[in-house]
């Protein structure tokens, strides 16, 4: 008897691929016509690429969408050690290399943002445009005290490792317009990151934001910064959920002074996952932008 599949899958439907790395196998969605502009889809600490199927569905008609696990999340592989900001950088730019994407279009939110500008800032002739949704990539000059407590080195493992605590949080404090995710919508987020060793990573992530300058990923960090505004000729567009209170409205100012002719959308009533928060708006508001911005720069 076939195992009955888990409600999420129908939200899903895309087919899997694998890149390896040397530390894994690396799951992506590459969904529509190969000769379509791709979209790179980048996702964040405790999501994988499901986060991004109310885009990825309507827009892989028009595009190539290319949408990345990172390694130890989704359906990736999870292996049980360290991994840290530039290892993200280098699967991603790998998986680029591997699709030969040309023409990228980034699109990326929370993590992502460090992990796709940093990888997109190693080969920035392949990158055109940047949508980015509430994410930094730069050094923090706060933690928030929601975050700090899953630092913590037993209570915080405990918690995030052993409880699955952090993603458990997020499914609500993600958002401001809506109270809750609707339950399968939720089932996707959980289903991948049961029981402990699935959850490794999402700790890793949690421990891996720096807070000193000899952290390695405060360096990695101060390299995309110093160099973010070398992308300031790309059409960029901001989306910001203005309640959002891990990446608030001043990392939103800090993007807009490296790219000061970049479209911004302040979201007032929104949280820090603007795609679930409202996905109605995402959707027009990128297909808005890349509709215009194609016209204005055709292949």
Not at 114 to 139: D, H, K, Q, Y
Not at 177 to 190: S, T
Not at 245 to 270: Q, S, T, Y
Request: with cysteine; proline share 8%; charged share 25%.
């Amino acid at each position: 008897m076939q195992p009955k599949p888990q409600p999420w899958r129908e939200l899903y439907p895309f087919d899997s691929h694998w890149f390896s790395v040397p530390l894994g196998r690396v799951h992506y969605v590459d969904e529509g016509p190969h000769e379509g502009r791709p979209l790179l889809f980048v996702h964040g600490n405790p999501t994988w690429s499901f986060h991004w199927r109310g885009l990825i569905g309507p827009l892989h008609h028009r595009y190539r969408t290319v949408a990345i696990d990172h390694l130890g999340c989704g359906l990736s592989d999870k292996p049980q050690q360290r991994i840290r900001l530039e290892d993200h950088i280098s699967h991603l730019v790998g998986l680029v290399e591997h699709l030969d994407l040309r023409d990228v279009t980034l699109v990326a939110q929370d993590w992502g943002g460090a992990i796709g500008l940093g990888a997109m800032l190693r080969v920035p002739e392949r990158l055109s445009r940047i949508v980015l949704f509430n994410t930094g990539a730069f050094p923090p000059w706060y933690i928030p005290k929601r975050i700090a407590v899953c630092r913590a080195p037993v209570f915080g493992r405990l918690a995030v490792q052993g409880l699955n605590a952090f993603t458990r949080a997020a499914l609500s404090m993600t958002l401001a317009r809506r109270a809750a995710l609707a339950p399968e919508v939720a089932n996707g987020y959980l289903d991948t990151t049961r029981g402990w060793s699935n959850r490794r990573q999402t700790y890793e992530f949690v421990v891996d934001i720096p807070m000193k300058k000899s952290h390695p990923t405060w360096q990695t960090l101060d390299r995309i910064d110093r160099r973010l505004a070398s992308l300031a000729d790309r059409p960029a567009m901001l989306v910001w959920g203005m309640k959002d209170w891990c990446f608030r409205p001043d990392c939103l100012k800090r993007f807009k002074e490296a790219w000061p002719n970049a479209e911004v959308h302040r979201l007032d009533d929104v949280g820090h996952w603007v795609v679930e928060d409202a996905p109605e708006e995402a959707l027009k508001l990128a297909t808005e932008f890349l509709a215009r911005t194609d016209s204005e720069n055709p292949r």
